[in-house]
């Protein structure tokens, strides 16, 4: 679920209700916009200027674009030495964590250049700095089930998010409550996720491998990527996240239906 | 040096009971769309206007108004996605599948329990307090937005 259906009530339906929200396609995927705070006119905008800028990010980033940077890069029509500043940003990131994942992630998923795996938290981190520079401070973003929030969502109520059961769906596994009103991020990576940019699939023996792998800490870019190796790394993943990610709790599920937490990830938990 | 918890809480099982989760299928209102009731799939531009429709029930009785509102067709990368909602006040009282992706064996397997559990998890999370989901799927982005649509077509909001 991607946008809040808690608390819902019947509005002034002559007032306009602060913030706002909104559900856009790209990438793929589909973002969802949800703002707290800001008139709604001034939130829209916001919210606009924020879409505006992942529709900006896909047309440079997509790997299926012919026309995007991506590509032409992949092609060797375009060098990485004349990469733009945001796809140097982006490959800079991705040399982060791969280095840090001992190579569990990789830019160059089946030999064919294609940082997705990065872009899409990335672009999600920057679409919030896009919402804060238009004054919001109450909003959260979730892009196909990875989430960005910031601040309270009303004066006394912190964010929760669900986690939802990789192997049945009718469950959340988990809730976690935004730790303060400070950025929060939370990015699952799992089976129902084949992104091309996992090229080391955990092994599936029976019930050993991971069903999927949730971070949290506070920026989705950093988050989103660690998540992808994290789950690349299979049952090491979670170990991984305890030894090396300052900041990052992790829950990982297995396909057995054993869930693992790391020893910060249960001071997070709603309820 | 933090050690890893293996708190090997079987399924947590225990943690979504005390919130209050319930699991899928016993009592669900589902009516999931049968295939001779899949649209024409053509619109390009994503969506389809949703219309709002009189309550069955009777005017001016002391019984509440239910409301009937169809959210838009959203599109997916699978297909349409259509739900509609059934409102008392300001709660949803019923949700019904108007359209969901048929192409395939794989998406009747997908949708045939997806479905009925984001149909579940919409009764059941209006009375929670979940603000957003990590781990969905296109499916279920698909049937949030319908159901957004018809959430905002029926006024109701936080």
């Known amino acids: 679920m991607t946008t809040p259906l808690a608390g819902f009530r019947l509005a002034h339906p002559q007032r306009l209700a602060p913030g706002h929200r909104r559900a856009e396609e790209c990438m793929g995927t589909v973002f969802s916009f949800d703002v707290r705070d800001l008139d709604a006119d001034v939130a829209a905008a916001a919210v606009d200027a924020a879409v505006r800028w992942l529709h900006d990010v896909d047309a440079r980033f997509s790997p299926y674009r012919p026309d995007s940077e991506v590509s032409a890069v992949a092609d060797g029509r375009r060098q990485l030495a004349d990469a733009s500043p945001q796809l140097r940003e982006v490959l800079s990131l991705a040399a982060e964590v791969a280095a840090m994942s001992d190579g569990a992630f990789t830019t160059t998923p089946f030999g064919r250049f294609d940082p997705s ?23 959260s973003i979730n892009g196909g089930g990875d989430v960005q929030t910031r601040g309270f969502t009303t004066a006394a109520r912190r964010w929760q998010i669900g986690i939802s ?70 049952e090491d993943g979670l170990r991984w996240v305890e030894k090396r990610l300052d900041g990052v709790e992790a829950l990982a599920v297995g396909r057995d239906g054993r869930t693992a937490m790391t020893a910060g990830f249960p001071g997070l938990l709603a309820g | 040096m933090k050690r890893v918890v293996l708190a090997l809480v079987s399924t947590v099982t225990g943690l979504v009971m005390l919130l209050g989760f319930k699991t899928h299928s016993t009592a669900a209102p589902v009516a999931l769309g049968s295939t001779g009731t899949s649209s024409t799939g053509t619109g390009s531009t994503g969506s389809t206007g949703g219309a709002t429709s009189a309550g069955p029930s009777a005017p001016g009785t002391t019984t509440s108004k239910i409301r ?17 909602v059934q409102l008392s006040g300001s709660k949803i009282t019923n949700v019904q599948v108007l359209q969901h992706p048929t192409a395939s064996g794989q998406d009747q397997q997908i949708n045939g329990y997806a479905l009925p559990i984001l149909i579940n998890e919409t009764m059941t999370v209006q009375s929670a307090h979940i603000d957003s989901v990590s781990g969905a799927t296109y499916t279920s982005d698909g049937y949030i937005r319908s159901l957004q649509g018809a959430l905002d077509q029926a006024g109701i909001t936080r």
């Open chain 2, 68 to 84: 009937t509102v169809n959210g838009h067709a959203a599109h997916t990368p699978y297909g349409p996605v259509q739900v509609q």
């Open chain 1, 165 to 234: 059961d990789p192997a049945d769906r009718s469950r959340l596994v988990a809730v976690v409550r935004a730790p303060s009103a400070e950025p929060m991020a939370v990015a699952t990576s799992g089976t129902a996720e084949r992104g091309a940019h996992i090229d080391r699939v955990p092994d599936d023996g029976a019930g050993g491998g991971l069903a999927s792998i949730t971070l949290v800490g506070t920026g989705l870019a950093w988050v989103d990527a660690c998540a992808t190796a994290a789950y690349a790394k299979g």
């Open chain 1, 117 to 139: 795996g990065v872009v899409k938290g990335w672009a999600i981190e920057r679409a919030a700095a896009v919402l804060v520079e238009h004054g919001a401070q109450r909003f």
